[in-house]
């Protein structure tokens, strides 16, 4: 067990409807980072929040947007869904935005769009 | 722009065989490595990571990973596969001393025949 927490472990979902993922990030950690990870794929960074603001973003379009809270748990959400947008997505939390920290993972959101 | 190629994507050995899963990375700066393992149905865990210092990193359940900068490597070995360590292992780069993203490759899955 990592302490990272991701709800819900799968969900589908119809082509162009909108999707929020959850995640509480471990305790003691302050920054959050989203994956997607695409069957057969490594994981592939969609953004990282940090103390509440976002601090750096992969190649994903904007439809895909997050939120961290005050205690440092995390949503992401993403609007007019496509199939392709089916993947695991992952959450990981660590102590620190900068230095040499380890990232710790959640089990991951199946989600399935038809 | 950073990559991580894995060169072996499925492997099959038999108990007792010794392993090595091949990683490169592209990355002109310091970075941080790591090995990551899935186990089927779980999340992902660090198994070995490298920050600075001795190339050699020895990690969780007798893996370790030799770091040759010269060769952009970091190559993950184990002397004495089980049937246990069967999952998906990904290897992964982040700026060193600025975790924002993970770079990762695509994976290399594991099957030990008892």
């Known amino acids: 067990e990592t302490g990272v927490t991701q709800s819900p472990t799968h969900l589908i979902k119809t082509r162009g409807q909108q999707v929020t993922l959850r995640c509480s990030s471990q305790?003691?950690?302050?920054?959050v980072s989203w994956y997607q990870q695409a069957l057969g794929q490594g994981p592939q960074f969609i953004f990282q929040y940090y103390r509440e603001e976002e601090n750096g973003r992969g190649n994903f379009p904007p439809r895909f947007s997050g939120l961290q809270f005050p205690n440092y748990s995390s949503e992401l959400n993403v609007n007019a869904l496509e199939l392709d947008d089916s993947a695991l997505y992952l959450c990981?939390?660590?102590?620190?935005?900068?230095?040499?920290?380890?990232?710790?993972f959640g089990q991951g959101t199946r989600l399935t769009v038809v | 722009a950073q990559s991580v190629s894995q060169h072996n994507h499925h492997v099959i050995l038999s108990e007792a065989a010794s392993l090595e899963l091949g990683c490169n990375y592209s990355y002109g700066g310091t970075v941080n490595l790591f090995w990551y393992v899935q186990y089927p149905g779980q999340h992902l865990q660090l198994l070995l990571k490298?920050?600075?210092?001795d190339p050699l990193v020895k990690g969780i359940k007798g893996f370790e990973a030799e770091f040759i900068k010269s060769k952009f490597s970091f190559n993950l070995r184990k002397p004495s596969v089980q049937w246990s360590d069967t999952a998906e292992y990904f290897c992964a780069v982040s700026n060193a001393g600025n975790n924002r993203k993970l770079i990762w490759g695509l994976g290399t899955s594991l099957a030990v025949n008892p």
């Open positions: 490298y920050f600075s210092g």
């Open positions: 990981a939390s660590s102590l620190s935005r900068t230095g040499n920290t380890e990232a710790f």
């Open positions: 305790s003691g950690h302050n920054t």
